[in-house]
């Protein structure tokens, strides 16, 4: 059973960057053709796809935060990584990593790891 | 980006009656290649992560109990939940993974007239 964890700071003053890790369990991380992602959550609001990364070390991300975004896959630790730059206080979320399968839904979630940005 | 809009905002159902959640995209999300609607439906519970319910835009994902079914076809579709249960109070949302950026619907809250 695939199982996903964030790990990384919960709070982030603006203008700095926030930096998430997902780590993968019960498979490896390239192991399948998966696109691992990121999806976002304001309190009270819905979801928004931030971007994916592919096993291959491709990556696509939302065009609305995509000056800002990097994702980025670590095999050797089975993790990958988000980092989102120049942070402000609409970036305040629950942070949610994803593996997007074959169908390409959403299959396995982490828990969520709240974020603030706040000084 | 394609726009997901959902139907109703809220809803308001007796246990064991029918829940019907309407979604429609700016534009067609049927995959010539496959032939199949590329649209998701999703459960979210209060404090936990989104559960994928339906892929294909009808295709139950293994597990989900069969009162949930998912239909329609090009840009509107449903996802039905033929007799309500206590635990099915929840917020859904469809997703549409056609085009790049992917993009949910605003949600739609299911609770328990």
């Known amino acids: 059973q695939v199982q996903l964890q964030e790990s990384g700071p919960g709070l982030v003053k603006p203008s700095q960057t926030l930096s998430l890790t997902c780590t993968v369990s019960g498979g490896s991380i390239i192991g399948g053709n998966y696109y691992w992602s990121w999806v976002r959550q304001p309190a009270g609001k819905g979801l928004e796809w931030i971007g994916h990364?592919?096993?291959?070390?491709?990556?696509n991300y939302n065009p609305s935060l995509k000056n800002r975004v990097t994702i980025s896959l670590d095999t050797s630790k089975n993790q990958f990584s988000l980092r989102l730059s120049s942070v402000t206080a609409a970036d305040t979320a629950v942070y949610y990593c994803s593996r997007c399968g074959g169908p390409p839904t959403f299959d396995y979630w982490g828990p969520g790891i709240p974020v603030t940005v706040s000084s | 980006d394609i726009v997901m809009t959902q139907s109703p905002d809220s809803l308001a159902v007796s246990l064991g009656e029918r829940a019907t959640i309407n979604c429609k995209s700016s534009q067609s999300i049927l995959n010539t290649s496959n032939k199949k609607n590329s649209l998701g439906w999703y459960q979210q519970k209060l404090g936990q992560p989104p559960k994928l319910l339906i892929y294909w835009a009808s295709t139950r994902e293994s597990g989900v109990p069969d009162r949930f079914s998912g239909s329609g076809s090009g840009t509107d579709f449903s996802l039905t939940i033929s007799t309500v249960q206590a635990e099915d109070v929840a917020v859904y949302y469809c997703h549409q993974y056609y085009s790049t950026p992917d993009t949910l619907g605003q949600g739609t809250k299911l609770e328990i007239k």
């Open positions: 990364v592919y096993i291959s070390g491709s990556t």
